[in-house]
């Protein structure tokens, strides 16, 4: 895993963008699969929340590592299996569309639910 410091091109630059306003670490990840992307909550005070992501190289990572970072930014707790996740996971989705670069046209919004 690499923490990403310095975008590489437009992808990471934007991901990298809502990180640092987040103060996020984005840990890319190239063995894993860009749907089992992940975020970390901050437990305690002394940790920082971060995401874990596939490489950054497509308008689909694009959109995971949104979401995850929507997760972060709409203060999810850790997820759990109940009517509560699926709403969790709709404010998230809805916090990454509203922040694609982009933009989000109904083809975008299919594709993620």
Same mark, same amino acid.
Request: net charge negative.
């Given at each position: ?5 310095? %975008? ?15 103060? +996020? ?9 860009? =749907? ?25 990572? &694009?959109?995971?590592?949104? @979401?995850?970072?929507?997760? +972060? ?11 509560? &996740? +699926?709403?969790?996971? @709709?404010?998230? =989705? &809805? =916090?990454?569309? %509203? ?6 046209? &109904? ?7």
């Amino acid at each position: 895993m690499t923490l990403l410091r310095t %975008a590489q091109n437009p992808v990471e630059e934007n991901i990298l963008r809502h990180a640092q306003a987040l103060k +996020v670490d984005i840990l890319i990840n190239p063995s894993i699969n860009p =749907w089992n992307a992940g975020a970390s909550l901050a437990r305690s005070s002394r940790e920082k929340p971060y995401i874990q992501t596939a490489p950054l190289t497509s308008s689909l990572t &694009e959109l995971i590592a949104l @979401h995850e970072l929507g997760h +972060v930014a709409c203060k999810h707790p850790h997820m759990r299996e109940d009517e509560e &996740e +699926v709403l969790r996971e @709709h404010e998230a =989705w &809805e =916090w990454a569309l %509203a922040n694609y670069s982009h933009g989000a046209d &109904e083809e975008t919004r299919a594709i993620v639910g």
